[in-house]
């Protein structure tokens, strides 16, 4: 996400902007984020032209930097003192996604050790009247529980998976916490009478579907106040009559899927919405008319897929009654084009370090390269709605919904050495869902026909090596990791008389 100090408001920019709107390049009205994307254009045609950015994952780099930062946070994320949970989390993933990160057990045990000292003790005796800030993790040391923490924490000890990371969450008092923070309007506040939204309640159901505490009392009355954020565009918004936006987006659609009200959603206002957010430059916009950003690779991409998989599954029985053909599977969106951008264009690499970054030029940080690691994985891993049935047999206490996951594929997409054809070779089986995306695409690959020979000797023989894990798209967690934390807590069923 960009904030508005990052726009460069250049007063020569901005001219040679308005020139050009004679030649009819943008829209009739300029606004900062026009001028923005029109910079944002330049320097990816900057890097069309040059012979230096590629395809490649600069993996190795990428581990330099993220192991780097969970020795010590660097002086340019110190204001971010109370998100260090948030930091392990973005680090752990990004490894785990590299495959990697079991190459480095002394930073699980020692993340692990450090945010078991995070989660409070509840001693409130589910009162909202005293406010202990028990139960859930706070954002670092001696801060209060928040449920915004509490999911990062959650999730970071589960991308850990350890026995000494599952110890570390204490469940009843999670839950005594998780009830504490629910509202009368079926959401969940951040923390002792903080603010609530579709965020904070997304991060309580995924909290509790994890720890599988998902009872009916905690869930009763959520999927209305979500299905209430849903705006006329489509998406969703942090809570009723908000502005549609992908990250609320995300929070909604894969909170009401973890409660198995897909289908009470506005799916065809939904699938419209989100299918005009990827843009040309093949990345994904939160909102209408905004700059594309690397982290909706992951919030956005993980929508598509869920809608995918609800169109695949949930409407099955329904096609397969009226003797109707299947719907192909495949995603609905253009998969090459958002790892191109991902890859090539905010990929920020120096000699030693690499990571992503939200626009091209500018500098990587934790976070887009966790999500647009997040993005990449979701594009590669093709063959959805496959439900993992194992999953819902680790559950008892509530009869959990199948969760849509992606699924490792003989299909699986890499990018192609040869843009002109569309990565037929390697994506047969999505050209025609991606039907509304290749006009758009068609300007994109006249300007690449002069880097494919750069890149033909590069991609022959790492193509395989360009693969990342596959991630669960509610959870953002690697699979094998969701099934192995999911069984620990199934077999930990003190909680189940709630
Ligand atoms: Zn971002």
């Known amino acids: 996400m960009s904030s508005i100090e990052e726009i460069d408001t250049d007063e020569t920019y901005i001219s040679d902007v ?23 254009e330049n320097s990816i045609f900057e890097k069309l032209s040059s012979t230096e950015n590629g395809y490649l994952i600069e993996k190795k780099k990428i581990l330099n930097f993220l192991s780097n930062g969970i020795e010590r946070i660097p002086m340019s994320h110190q204001s971010l003192d109370s998100s260090k949970v948030w930091i392990s989390f973005w680090i752990l993933n990004g490894m785990d996604m590299l495959d990697s990160l079991d190459s480095y057990p002394s930073i699980s045990s020692r993340t692990s050790k450090y945010l078991s000292i995070l989660q409070n003790d509840d001693n409130s005796s589910n009162s909202r009247d005293n406010n202990q800030g028990g139960g859930g993790f706070g954002g670092g040391n001696s801060h209060t529980s928040h449920v915004v923490s509490t999911f990062a924490a959650v999730s970071a000890l589960y991308v850990i998976g350890t026995e000494e990371s599952y110890k570390t969450i204490d469940r009843e008092s999670m839950y005594i916490f998780l009830m504490r923070m629910k509202t009368k309007e079926g959401a969940f506040t951040s923390e002792d009478g903080g603010e609530y939204d ?32 849903q705006t006329y565009e489509g998406g969703f918004g942090a809570y009723p009559f908000n502005e549609a936006h992908g990250g609320y987006t995300f929070c909604s659609v894969a909170a009401l899927s973890i409660l198995n009200c897909l289908h009470k959603i506005d799916m065809n206002s939904l699938h419209r919405w989100i299918t005009f957010r990827q843009s040309n430059d093949g990345g994904f916009e939160g909102r209408t008319n905004k700059l594309v950003d690397t982290c909706y690779s992951y919030w956005q991409g993980a929508v598509y897929i869920i809608i995918q998989s609800y169109f695949n599954y949930y409407k099955k029985q329904e096609e397969e009654g009226n003797g109707k053909d299947q719907q ?4 609905l969106f253009n998969q090459s084009k958002l790892q191109e951008y991902v890859i090539r264009f905010c990929q920020q690499s120096d000699k030693k370090y690499s990571g992503f970054s939200d626009h091209p030029s500018r500098g990587k940080d934790y976070y887009h390269t966790c999500y647009g690691l997040s993005g990449i994985s979701l594009s590669q891993y093709n063959e959805i709605g496959k439900t993992i049935q194992s999953l819902n047999t680790f559950t008892n206490t509530f009869e959990q919904p199948s969760p849509p996951l992606t699924k490792n594929s003989a299909n699986t997409f890499i990018i192609s050495n040869n843009n002109n054809n569309n990565n037929n070779n ?35 023989n790492n193509n395989k090596e360009q693969l990342v894990e596959p991630v669960h798209p509610i959870y953002n967690i690697k699979l094998s990791k969701c099934e192995k934390g999911l069984k620990y807590f199934y077999s930990l069923n003190s909680i189940n008389s709630k």
């Open 18 to 40: 308005i020139n050009s709107k004679k030649n009819d390049d943008i829209d009739d009205i300029i606004t900062a984020t026009t001028i923005a994307q029109k910079k944002m």
């Open 198 to 229: 579709s965020r904070t309640t997304y991060c309580a159901i995924a909290v509790a579907s994890m720890l599988n505490i998902l009872t009916p009392e905690l869930v009763r009355g959520v999927a209305d106040f979500l299905l209430s954020c």
């Open 328 to 331: 192909q599977e495949g995603l």
């Open 426 to 460: 390697n994506n047969n089986n999505n050209n025609n869902n991606n039907n509304n995306n290749n006009n758009n695409n068609n300007n994109n690959n006249n300007n690449n026909n002069n880097n494919n020979n750069n890149n033909n000797n590069n991609n022959n």
